[in-house]
């Protein structure tokens, strides 16, 4: 058992009812037409009734016995036509109903949708249901995506070094391709997102490299694109701003100016030519050192409707993203919302605006951006991360569901309370043209995908949400232990409670009580709190926490950099104040004593200490819940994930004694009783930055930092 197969293992159902129940349900196959991706939906049943049943189920032309499973749309099959559903006018494009009927007077299951790939979905859907042991003898489920674009974002090099990428190199072969399209790797990479739902991916680094919009490289993009297009997901492509300086030796890439704008309607259209469905372009521009209009005196709408433009006449799309670093002031918490806000309303409706959930850069824990529930009249995208560049690489167990959920449901107050982000992007509060969510997921050529095996669990989180933002974080990790472990209560039980508490352990010994960013330059692995140099001032530990002997954090209030204006009321107001601001995320906005009194009675200094202590004790817990899951766990993964859990043990331990060291350093006080001392000096800690061996496979990249 190593992993590759994710979620859709199919291993036969241990439960005897259960077991007889869907024998019993699925004696035929009936799927109507002949398109790729109903072959593709009827392939998938076939595999997985197969593997769940332990039965090979026969295709049939129609329905002859009981236990027929009928799959379709009202135009490929007369069956499904004659059934009259009429919940289906409501499901869109994309969404699917299962349903039990009768059907030549016969008991049977229908897989039904408007749209051929809305039945694919409808038969992952299906699979999902007795892959978690689900009563299947009266089935009336129906779903539609809330969100239009649901799209993973790979920072994948053309070198195949994959910038934060933890898991192995780059899957995309680009040296095979296009000859060896039908690597299954491919093919399997796409069912995967398909089964959650997945409608885009964008295949290369925001940090992008000119070479992509090349012949060479769009015949093997469009190779990729051949793949996925049946399972339902689009291919985009991030794009270098001043391409047409780079691979055609313009003088500028000035947005307004006329030969630009040609050039990138002609590449745009030879794009199209290659992939005739190509989603559009992701852009990363003026942040970071990449490219962008600024350099030509423009602003970001303005590159942003050019290439706008260019799609347009083929129907794609531009994810124009909101990570910069302008205007540069005092506090970079701002930057974004300054830079976009005024240029609200005036970017086209083909340009999608995607924003990190947090101002500053997908850290365990940020307050929302403010720019959701302030651009209303820019259609947004939320960006999340799965891969864990924050949260100890493909090493430390953190699912990251908890914190999908915690952006998803954050209350922007915009239209009054219940404005959440959640809400924002399904469109119930502005009225978007499109909006869409997007996460970094970084998979390599690792046999498992994602290096730590509990790093699928947040893919399929983000998957799934993105799908319904309104589904659990725990839900989701119900099913995705069920489908990816077993449905063994023994197994289950523990696990869940891993999964539950493993975000905060991560955010406990990093980032307590709202620190952010106290990371060693670069790698973003290890602790450096005590770092205060670097090319830019916030790019250092101390820019973030501040600590003086008189106290820490960063005070974003009105006698500070007064960021907390850019919310809506009655969050500006609660922030303002550190009695009503919620504890996790007190320092991010207060600059306080270290005496400051906390909630639970302790001081700020004793709280924060309690906190790392607590963040160490749960990654003991965690590994205490692995061990009681043994007999139930395969024996690759058991060991596999419990020896990940001594390396997470050592780093949260050095994360809370170098921090704590650090801080003492500065405030002078005491730990509180009860409390171990750090292990080592301050000194050794200082040491270990430069010496302690940190994996990490893409750095130095080119035309990387
Ligand atoms: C930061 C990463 C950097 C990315 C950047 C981005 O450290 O590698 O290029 O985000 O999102 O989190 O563009």
New binding site residues.
Partial sequence: EDGYRMWLRYDQVADSERLAQYRKHFTQLVVAGDSATLELAAAELTRGIEGLTGRPVARADKASRAGALIVGTPNTSSTIAALKMSKLTSLGQEGYLISSRRVNGKPATVIAANTEVGALYGAFALLRQLQTHADISNLELHSAPSVKHRVVNH?DNLNRLV??GYAGLSLWDWGTLPAYKDNPRYHDYARINASLGINGTVIN???ADARILTDQFLEKAAALADVFRPYGIKLYLSVKFNSPMLLDGFETADPLDPDVQKWWQERTKKVYDYIPDFGGFLV?AN??GQPGPQDFGRNHAEGANMLAEALEPFGGVVFW?A?VYAPEQGDRFREAYDEFMPLDGQFKDNVIVQI?NGPI??QPREPFSPLFGSLKKTNIAL?L?VTQ??FGFSYHLAYQGPLFAEALNADTYAKGEGSTIGKILAGDIFEYQQTGMAA?INPGTDRNWTGHPFVQSSWYAFGRMAWDYRLGSETIADEWLRMTFSNDPALLQPLHEIMSISREAGVNYRSPLGLTHLYAQGH?YGPAPWHDKSGRPDWTAYYYHQATKDGIGFDRTQSGSNAIEQYHEPLTQRFANPDTTPEDLLLWFHHLSWRYEMDSGRSLWHELVHKYDTGVAQVQQMQNLWDSAKDYVDTERFEHVKALLKIQERDAIHWRDACISYFQSVNGLSLPKGSPKPAHELEYYKRMEKELYIPDPWYPVPG??
């Fill in positions: 920072w910038e934060r680094n925001v940090n990363k942040s970071e993203r990570f990190k850069d997908f960006e991360q560049e924050y970094v973003h990387g930092h």
